[in-house]
Structures are given as C-alpha cells and as structure tokens.
C-alpha cells in the first residue's frame, strides 16, 4: 500500500506448469509462451485506488499459435477490471463522464471508450422489429447552433437513435440505422413531431405509411403566442386587457 499515492497495489501470479485457454477460439489446456506484465484498475479499497497486478500469460494455442490468454476479471484490452467498468457505467448514467473522470481520476476519454464499448455492444443486440411509432425533436447539444435530433420509441420510453443537426438528413440516417436493427420502416404508423418541414420530409419519404401527429406542446405554444398576439392587438381599444397575459389559457 502506497499511502502518499493513495493506492493499494493486489500483486496476482499463477503457478509454474499452469495451462490456460486461447483466447482466439476458446481452446482450453494450452501451454504458456511467455508472460505480459499487466496492471488494472479495480474498485477502491476503502478510500485507495486499487489496483490488479499480474502476469497475463500468452499461450501456444494448437489451432492459432500464440495468443493471449483471457482474463476472468477484465475485457480484452480494457485497462479496468469489469467491476470498474460497472462502477464508472452506472455513474456515467447519472452524470457528465467528465464530472466521473474528477470523481475516479482517470482521464474521460478512457471513460469515453468504456461507454462507447458497451452502448455499442448493447444497441447491436438490440432489435427493432416491433416498433410501429416513434417521436423525433431536436434539442441543443450546447449553447449556439449545435443540435442533436432524438428519435424515441414513444411505447417504451426509450432513445432508438440520436444523430447531429436537425435537418432532413437526420431521419435519413436514422432509417439507416433503423433497418440495420430490423426495423420496418413500412410497419411504422404513427410519428409525433413539431411543425419542422425538414422532419415531415424525411417521414414521409421514408415512412410512407405513418401517420404524422405533431405534438401537444407545439400546437400549445402556436396557439398560445396566437391567443397573445390578438391580446396585444386588442388591448389598444380595451385597456382592461393590460396585464392579463397569464390569465389566457394556453
Ligand atoms: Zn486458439
């Protein structure tokens, strides 16, 4: 233990004559080669950051030669164990990875990498050949012009895609991306979305048969500004009306 760098150091090795599997086609009982010297981050130990030190064996595999040998406790590749993964995964639900990057002190794009694994590898198991409806709108990814469109399966709550800008050729992309899941884009019925020319182009070229329902709140605000302007207009012939801007349902 390292108290100054507040780090606990777990030192693993295995025992002289240990065989372990190919990690290319599963091949158990293989010969070691020679050893790597690995390090992975795992879960704090009380208040240290804890580290698994080992030697990852590389071994003779009879059907693909030398090979690395799997770990039980990390991904290939990944400097974290899974149990960090997890941990870092399920904060990155809750905050910016940037603020999870101070928390644990390890650089974002590391984190980044570990988000971008299992969200792909999650998507890509994902089917969508029962959606029939979904909503799109954009929203500012950052102050200026930056936008990012959202398009949600409206029956499960749930984001099916997300792509940059907001023009027609989100939706392109985003059947794209719907097919590549085994989506029908002729079994979809029904889309909700704002009054956006840019949107109910790309619908109704790639979804001919839905149904187009522009939402609530857009129709409200129309209306709302609307009920306003005719307040404004009025008030000079009816100066009871000054004031009464909030007493005008919307
Ligand atoms: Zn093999």
């Not at 693993?12 to 240990?18: E, I, L, T, Y």
């Not at 809750?94 to 969200?119: C, I, K, N």
């Not at 794209?176 to 009054?195: C, K, L, N, S, Y």
Request: proline share 5%; charged share 25%; glycine share 6%.
């Amino acid at each position: 233990m390292d108290r100054t760098a507040g780090q606990l150091q777990l030192t693993g090795d295995f025992v002289r004559g240990a065989r372990f599997a190919c990690s290319a086609c599963g091949a158990e009982d293989c010969s070691v080669h020679d050893t790597e010297p690995r390090q992975w981050r795992h879960l704090n130990c009380f208040q240290y950051a804890c580290y698994i030190q080992a030697r990852q064996p590389r071994v003779t595999c009879p059907h693909c030669g030398v090979k690395i040998a799997p770990v039980p406790w990390a991904r290939p590749g990944s400097g974290f164990t899974i149990l960090f993964e997890a941990f870092t995964l399920t904060l990155m639900r809750e905050m910016p990875v940037r603020a999870v990057s101070d928390l644990v002190g390890e650089w974002d794009t590391r984190l980044w990498r570990v988000l971008d694994h299992y969200v792909t590898e999650a998507r890509d198991q994902r089917s969508l050949d029962t959606v029939t409806g979904f909503g799109v709108d954009e929203t500012a990814a950052r102050r200026g012009h930056h936008y990012v469109t959202l398009f949600v399966d409206l029956a499960e709550s749930a984001v099916l895609f997300a792509t940059p800008s907001k023009d027609a050729t989100t939706v392109t992309r985003f059947v794209e991306d719907f097919q590549a899941h085994h989506g029908d884009p002729a079994a979809v019925t029904d889309v909700t979305m704002d009054m956006s020319p840019a949107f109910i182009k790309g619908v109704t070229t790639h979804f001919p048969q839905a149904e187009i329902t522009f939402d609530k709140f857009h129709v409200l605000k129309l209306l709302g500004d609307a009920v306003d302007a005719v307040r404004r207009e009025k008030r000079k012939l009816c100066p009871e009306l000054a004031g009464t801007r909030y007493l005008w349902p919307e």
